[in-house]
T-cell receptor, first 113, second 112 residues
Framework: DAGVIQSPRHEVTEMGQEVTLRCKPI?????LFWYRQTMMRGLELLIY????????DSGMPEDRFSAKMPNASFSTLKIQPSEPRDSAVYFC???????????FGQGTRLTVV | SQQGEEDPQALSIQEGENATMNCSYK?????LQWYRQNSGRGLVHLIL?????REKHSGRLRVTLDTSKKSSSLLITASRAADTASYFC????????????FGKGTRLHILP
């Protein structure tokens, strides 16, 4: 398995534009997590899905953020409209039902100018 | 709020010395995990210790867990330059399903 795949690796966009981050979890993993990492706030859990269903989105900062998981092999995190303070590295991770380990993607470095 | 809190936030030691990082958490857990993150990369799983275990070893890594104090420690023996990274603890809370919660990490720097 190629691991958790995120795209794009880097994204630079102008303030006000819509940004869509994509994630393909490891096949067979039923939990998927979206994290945001910055120097100031560290690693923040934004939302997680279990069996494609959003379980806890309390970490989503604002209504500008939305996440979907239409099937077991794909998830998106969308920011509309984007703002400079959204600049961060966004990670997707997936894990098995037993939660013995979370596998992380390489992250998407988002810069909003 | 964050379940795990690592201590110290940053640590610099000489190559060859041992590095100890601590993690405290708030609620009962199923297991606790340690991860490493190299600069610009995703987190990588290092070791897992279950709530009924007190100590676990993996190579140069030694993890302890004290559930009465809700704390864990990660010891890296004979540190190497390649150990320079951020280290995170993550807890699998007993009362929440399928949700691994990470602390803010300890930045470890190994000096040559």
């Amino acid at each position: 398995d190629a691991g958790v795949i995120q795209s794009p690796r880097h994204e630079v966009t102008e303030m006000g534009q819509e940004v869509t981050l994509r994630c393909k979890p490891i096949s067979g993993h039923n939990s998927l997590f979206w994290y945001r990492q910055t120097m100031m706030r560290g690693l923040e859990l934004l939302i997680y899905f279990n069996n494609n269903v959003p379980i806890d989105d309390s970490g989503m900062p604002e209504d500008r953020f939305s996440a979907k998981m239409p099937n077991a092999s794909f998830s998106t995190l969308k920011i509309q409209p984007s703002e400079p303070r959204d600049s961060a590295v966004y990670f997707c991770a997936s894990s098995t039902p037993t939660n013995t380990e979370a596998f992380f993607g390489q992250g998407t470095r988002l810069t909003v100018v | 709020s964050q379940q795990g809190e690592e201590d110290p936030q940053a640590l610099s030691i000489q190559e060859g010395e041992n590095a100890t990082m601590n993690c405290s958490y708030k609620t009962s857990i199923n297991n606790l995990q340690w991860y490493r993150q190299n600069s610009g990369r995703g987190l990588v799983h290092l070791i897992l210790i279950r709530s009924n275990e007190r100590e676990k070893h993996s190579g140069r890594l030694r993890v302890t867990l004290d559930t009465s104090k809700k704390s864990s420690s990660l010891l890296i023996t004979a540190s190497r330059a390649a150990d320079t990274a951020s280290y995170f603890c993550a807890t699998d809370p007993m009362n929440r399903d399928d949700k691994i919660i990470f602390g803010k990490g300890t930045r470890l720097h190994i000096l040559p």
